[in-house]
Every structure is written in structure tokens, then in C-alpha cells.
């Protein structure tokens, strides 16, 4: 069965410091990956999206990146936070079939800029 | 471009009755799906239901089911004998674009299930 580890859980990070979250995908081969940002009370936003090993798509212009070193890996990143870049973000997966597959969510990451 | 809208943000139903929960919808792919997912305190994103722009038959999933009504772009939610547990937060979401897998998420509706 697959498998999605997300971490760190929660993180406290002061303005201006850098960001990695890391998640990574069990039991599947070549996976499409995502990174969305939820507000507080608010819907879901896209970041990220990626097919594959460095091949990433922005959906949002911000200040953060994403990188795919490994197939079943995905990192989130900022060199500088601001405190907007505070907000709840999950690590999603799906099968590379197209619309059929349902997104399968890690257990998110509460990020808290001070 | 894409847009998901949910009308109530929040919702409350008595233990064992039955509520119904709006959503609507914007696309302009030919073939697309819609999903319903569930948000516990937890914050985990559950997969409560899916369903398939050319199917008629509405999804059904034990006490879930929709009410798909493709004309008026519609994606309704219904839990039947709602338990204590159902409390969450419930977001619909459709297809982004075509074979991508990315979802355009509605911004959700709090439901409350009262003893």
C-alpha cells in the first residue's frame, strides 16, 4: 500500500529565516506530487505540481520554490519567510492517470512565521 | 478558469438526521471529475466520494452520497444518519485541467453534528 510522510508537524520560524519541508511517497513508482497552502478557515491553494524528478510547475508567484531531487520526493522552500507565508501546508500525491486519481494527502505541516 | 464555490460556510445537523451540503462549479473540459473531501480537526484530508462528469448514475458511498446535476453545474453532498464523527470541515473540489490531477478546491463548509 502507498504510504506519505510529511514533516516536520508544526514549525515556528522568525521573518526573513529560511523554510524546508519535506515529504516523501511510499509504495508507488513516479507519482505526480503537490504542494498546497491552506489559510487559516480558508479552501486550498495549489503551489506546486510536479510529473516528475525536476520537472516542478509554479501555480502561484511567491516567495517560495519547490524541488523534486528524487521521485518520491518533494521539498518546499523559501530562502526568506514573511510572515504571509504563515498557514497550514499539505503534501498531496496521486497515480499518473490523469483526472481519475484522487489526491492523497500527508498529515500537513503548521508553519507559524513570527 | 476553473472555480469551485461553496455557499455555506458553516452548517450544523442533528445526530442521525440528514444534511445536504451545496456546491457549484465552473469548468470547460469536456470530461472532468469531482471529489468531496473531508477535514476533521485532525486537519487530515480525507477522500469522502468521487464523481465522474460522464456517469449519470450519482456516486454513492455508505451514508454519502451526490446529487450531480451537470446542466446547472452542481455537486451537492448528502450524509444520511450523520454521526458525532461526520463533524469537519468538507471541501469540494474539481479537476484543474485535463490529466494533471490538480484540483481547484471550494473554500469548504464547516460541519457541526450536535448530539
Known amino acids: 500500500s502507498q504510504t506519505i510522510h510529511q514533516w516536520p508537524a508544526t514549525l515556528v520560524q522568525p521573518v526573513g529565516s529560511p523554510l524546508s519541508l519535506e515529504c516523501t511517497v511510499e509504495?508507488?513508482?513516479?507519482?505526480?506530487l503537490y504542494w498546497y497552502r491552506q489559510a487559516a478557515g480558508r479552501g486550498l491553494q495549489l503551489l506546486f505540481y510536479?510529473?516528475?524528478?525536476?520537472?516542478i510547475s509554479s501555480e502561484v508567484p511567491q516567495n517560495l520554490s519547490a524541488s523534486r531531487p528524487q521521485d518520491r520526493q518533494f521539498i518546499l522552500s523559501s530562502k526568506k519567510l514573511l510572515l504571509s507565508d504563515s498557514g497550514f501546508y499539505l503534501c498531496?500525491?496521486?497515480?499518473?492517470?490523469?483526472?481519475?486519481?484522487?489526491?492523497?494527502f500527508g498529515n500537513g505541516t503548521r508553519l507559524t512565521v513570527t | 478558469a476553473q472555480t469551485v464555490t461553496q455557499s455555506q460556510p458553516e452548517m450544523s445537523v442533528q445526530e442521525a438526521e440528514t444534511v445536504t451540503l451545496s456546491c457549484t462549479y465552473d469548468t470547460s473540459e469536456s470530461n472532468y471529475y469531482l471529489f468531496w473531501y473531508k477535514q476533521p480537526p485532525s486537519r487530515q484530508m480525507i477522500l469522502v466520494i468521487r464523481?465522474?462528469?460522464?456517469?449519470?448514475q450519482n456516486a454513492t458511498e455508505n451514508r454519502f452520497s451526490v446529487n450531480f446535476q451537470k446542466a446547472a453545474k452542481s455537486f451537492s453532498l448528502k450524509i444520511s444518519d450523520s454521526q458525532l464523527g461526520d463533524t469537519a470541515m468538507y471541501f469540494c473540489?474539481?479537476?484543474?485541467?485535463?490529466?494533471?490531477?490538480?484540483?481547484?478546491f471550494g473554500q469548504g463548509t464547516t460541519l457541526q453534528v450536535k448530539p
Open positions: 509504495g508507488t513508482s513516479n507519482p505526480n
Open positions: 464523481q465522474e462528469a460522464y456517469k449519470q
Open positions: 498531496a500525491w496521486s497515480w499518473d492517470r490523469g483526472s481519475n486519481s484522487p489526491l492523497h
Open positions: 510536479s510529473i516528475g524528478i525536476d520537472q
Open positions: 473540489a474539481a479537476d484543474g485541467s485535463s490529466n494533471t490531477g490538480k484540483l481547484i
